[in-house]
């Protein structure tokens, strides 16, 4: 009679922590990271007739080379997705219609060529000065807005790597705490905290990830370390001015330096200032000189409506940051040197040799590669991040096909265990009815 009342009480013992298992998981449906975990069963021998049944401790359903293919993925997104950031919102800028190189040269040389009809025209002179200062303040601009991009990148790496550093902080911390509990049904809910913590670190720099027998994990980039155990390595970054600063990997009192080429975010914004930045400052710079250095000397000479030498234009300087400016200079529309006759300052002769600049190629694929070099570099990105993204989903949805949970399924989980509660019950109020009847027929 007894062993009837064990084995009843074992069952119902087994569908409660089953029925517990499923609420747990439906209660972390949308716990980012969250693993979703189950029991088993297995039969004991209660006595000599009939057997009882007895759970396993809750464990995760987890598969770690999904989880590895998941984060390199990440590490890729993470890098095209910078990428593409920073390049367009660059882009939009560089290519509106009051700051476009290749637009405002255009306006330039229209408001010349109207001199060809008229050249000592007091308004189409005015036009042209008027074009003039539009073309300098763009390109200024332009040039501006390069260097503040170039400060924002820097600024960005040092923000990048602090958040680098509180992570790891964060998984080696958790390790410690893995470590104390055991790589147990205790430690479930840690071991998928850490899993989330490394999938957000992949998407800063490209990590890679070894698990220890204590269920630590090691993490190291380029063959340093960043994690073992308790400990975590900080990362600093060396101010520059003028360039992304280099990485040190500071890792039990040795230090250590980390090339660009480090993946996620970090390389992005490193890549992103040498493979575009640099260059297209470089190309503005030069185009801005070309302007300035070409119109200036054509105008020099010729005369103007007074039979003086014709004065410079343009001003080209540079600040103590080493930001490129270009400006117009306080020169009249009067002082244009558009003749090339001394004698005759109205008949703009030299008009012909400023229109003619036009067809330079130093000026014109200037102007025309600064915005088709920075659009091809940003279609490229947006391909390789939309590529990226698609096997990131795929590995995303493989690790959720196993680990996340699914309410459908969880919901006849719960029906079926409750059916089982309800049935190892009854059995008990059969044994008790059994047990009451036996008194009864002692008494």
Excluded: C
């Amino acid at each position: 009679m007894m062993n009837l009342f064990n084995i009843a009480a074992q069952g119902a013992q087994a569908a409660q922590n089953q029925l517990s298992v499923a609420a747990g998981n439906i209660a972390n449906q949308q716990t980012a990271g969250y693993s979703r975990q189950q029991i088993t069963q297995s039969a004991t021998m209660a006595a000599s007739v009939g057997n009882g049944v007895r759970t396993s401790d809750p464990s995760r359903i987890t598969d770690q080379s999904l989880n590895q293919a998941l984060w390199r993925t990440e590490s890729s997104v993470g890098y095209y997705q910078s990428l593409n950031s920073w390049g367009t919102s660059l882009e939009k800028v560089i290519s509106s219609s009051a700051s476009q190189p290749s637009t405002l040269l255009t306006s330039f040389f229209n408001s010349l060529s109207a001199l060809t009809n008229q050249p000592d025209s007091t308004a189409y002179r005015q036009q042209l000065m008027t074009s003039a200062t539009s073309l300098a303040n763009g390109l200024s601009q332009t040039s501006a807005t390069v260097a503040d991009q170039q400060t924002s990148i820097r600024q960005q790496q040092v923000s990048t790597t602090q958040q680098v550093n509180q992570l790891t902080a964060q998984i080696a911390d958790l390790n410690q705490q893995i470590e104390h509990l055991g790589a147990g049904s205790e430690s479930n809910s840690l071991q998928d905290q850490r899993d989330q913590q490394v999938k957000t670190l992949s998407g800063r720099m490209a990590v890679s990830v070894e698990k220890t027998d204590t269920g630590s994990y090691t993490l190291t980039t380029q063959g340093l370390k960043l994690v073992e155990g308790k400990q975590a390595a900080v990362i600093s970054v060396s101010q520059n001015s003028q360039t992304t600063g280099q990485l040190q990997v500071d890792f039990e009192q040795k230090s250590s330096m980390l090339s660009t080429a480090i993946g996620g975010q970090l390389g992005a914004l490193s890549d992103y200032q040498q493979q575009v930045l640099t260059p297209l400052q470089t190309q503005v710079t030069g185009l801005m000189k070309s302007v300035s250095s070409q119109v200036n000397e054509t105008l020099a000479k010729g005369y103007d409506l007074q039979g003086e030498s014709g004065a410079a234009l343009f001003s080209f300087t540079t600040d103590n940051a080493g930001v490129a400016h270009l400006s117009t200079t306080a020169l009249t529309p009067a002082q244009l040197g558009l003749s090339l006759d001394k004698k005759s300052p109205a008949n703009g002769d030299n008009l012909a040799a400023l229109t003619g600049l036009r067809a330079k190629s130093e000026i014109n694929d200037s102007a025309s590669a600064i915005t088709s070099n920075l659009a091809l570099a940003n279609s490229q990105s947006s391909n390789q991040l939309s590529v990226a993204s698609a096997v990131n989903q795929q590995w995303q949805q493989q690790r959720d096909n196993l680990s996340a949970v699914n309410k459908d399924e969880e919901a006849v989980n719960l029906q079926t265990y409750l059916q089982s509660y309800q049935a190892n019950m009854k059995v008990m109020s059969v044994g008790n009815q059994l047990f009451s009847d036996l008194l009864t027929i002692f008494s």
